[in-house]
C-alpha cells in the first residue's frame, strides 16, 4: 500500500475539481463501476448545493450530471448523520423531474434518473455496503412481474418499467477498509480512507491517481481543504462522543428504572447530546443564530447558554 492522504478527499474534488470537463473521466468511471455500463457524462447542470447555507455546504456536495443519453445523475456525499436522508432522496429525484420537463410536454420526455449517495454515516438498518434500489409492479395475486407492451418498449427505448422510474444507489462507506480485486470494492475503499494503491484496476481509479493528487492544488486552495477537513472530522467526533455518552447514561438509569425504560432514555439523551455538540461547534464557527436554530431545534436562549 502508498502512503495514504496522498489524495483529496472526494467530496472536496466535487467542489473543485471534477466540475472540469478535463476530470469528468474521474465521475465517469464511478457511474461506469457502480451501474456496470459505460457511461459518458456530456454536461454538469445547476445543483441545489448553490443554494444551500454555509453549513449544509460543509455537511454535504451535491453534483448534477447529464450523460450522452440525456439521462441525469445526482451524486450527494452525506458527511454526518440525517434522520430523513431516504425522504431526501426522494425528495431530491422528485425535484429533478419536475425541473427537467418543459411546460406542455408529454410525461413520455420525462427524464431518467439515477440518484447515487456516497453516505458517512450508518443509514438504515443493514450490513450491506451497497444498496440499490428500483420501482417494480408485482400482481398481488401471482407475484407476475408487469412488463412493458412490445410498442412502449419501442416507444421509450427501454425494457423494464423500472428503466422509466428513478433508480437510487446508497454506497455505506464509513467502514469499508479493505482493499479488494473486485472494482466496485476499490471505489468503495478509496472513499472510505482517500487512498487508492498502486494496483487500482477500477474504472475512474488510475484518472484519479493523476488529477486528484494533493500536489496539484494552487496555494491558495490547501488552507481552506484542511480547515473542511477539520470540520468534517469534529462534527462526526461530537456524533460519536454523544451517542457513546447517551448509550452510558442510558445503560446506568436502566439499571434502576428498567431495561427498557434506560434504552429509551439513552437514545434520547444521546440524541439531544448530539444536537447540543452540534450547536455548539456551529456556535464557535460564528454561524448565524437562525441556522443554528434551523438545524439543531434548540432556541435562541438554550443556544446561548452552551
Known amino acids: 500500500m502508498e502512503e495514504q492522504n496522498k489524495y483529496i478527499r472526494f467530496d472536496w474534488a466535487m467542489k473543485r475539481l471534477l466540475r472540469d470537463k478535463a476530470n469528468f473521466s474521474v465521475l465517469e468511471g464511478l457511474l461506469t ?14 445543483s441545489e448545493s448553490n443554494q444551500e447555507d454555509e453549513y449544509d455546504k460543509q455537511n454535504r456536495v451535491d453534483l448534477l450530471a447529464e450523460n450522452d443519453k440525456g439521462e441525469l445523475f445526482i451524486i450527494e456525499v452525506q458527511n454526518n448523520t440525517e434522520y430523513a436522508y431516504f425522504q431526501r432522496m426522494l425528495f431530491g429525484t422528485s425535484k429533478l423531474i419536475t425541473e427537467y420537463i418543459n411546460r ?3 410525461y413520455d420526455h420525462i427524464r431518467k434518473i439515477y440518484s447515487v449517495n456516497i453516505v458517512y454515516f450508518n443509514l438504515g438498518n443493514g450490513t450491506d455496503v451497497v444498496y440499490h434500489g428500483k ?3 408485482r400482481g398481488i395475486h ?3 412481474l408487469l412488463n412493458l407492451t412490445p410498442f412502449q418498449r419501442q416507444k421509450f427505448n427501454v425494457t423494464a ?8 444507489y446508497i ?18 475503499y478509496f472513499l472510505n480512507t482517500g487512498d487508492i494503491p ?9 484518472e484519479a491517481r493523476e488529477k486528484l493528487r494533493l500536489e496539484r492544488m494552487s496555494k491558495a486552495e490547501p488552507n481552506a481543504y484542511y480547515r473542511h477537513l477539520d470540520n468534517v472530522v469534529i462534527l462526526r467526533d461530537n ?13 446506568l438509569e436502566g439499571r434502576l428504572e428498567g431495561r427498557a425504560e434506560g434504552r429509551a432514555e439513552g437514545i434520547n439523551i444521546g440524541a439531544k447530546k448530539t444536537k447540543a455538540g452540534i450547536a455548539k461547534q456551529m456556535k464557535m464557527d460564528g454561524m448565524p443564530m437562525e441556522i443554528i436554530m434551523k438545524y439543531t431545534g434548540f432556541t435562541q436562549d438554550e443556544i446561548e447558554k452552551l
Open 239 to 251: 456524533i460519536v462522543t454523544a451517542r457513546g455518552e447517551g448509550r452510558l447514561e442510558g445503560r
Open 198 to 206: 498502486s494496483d487500482a484496476t477500477a474504472p475512474g481509479l488510475k
Open 104 to 106: 406542455g410536454q408529454g
Open 33 to 46: 463501476t457502480l451501474l456496470n455500463e459505460k457511461i459518458t457524462i456530456n454536461k454538469l447542470l445547476e
Open 161 to 168: 418499467v423500472s428503466n422509466l422510474y428513478p433508480e437510487y
Open 142 to 144: 401471482n407475484g407476475e
Open 135 to 137: 420501482t417494480e409492479f
Open 171 to 188: 454506497l455505506k462507506v464509513n467502514d469499508f477498509n479493505k482493499w479488494s480485486k473486485v472494482p466496485l470494492e476499490q471505489w468503495i
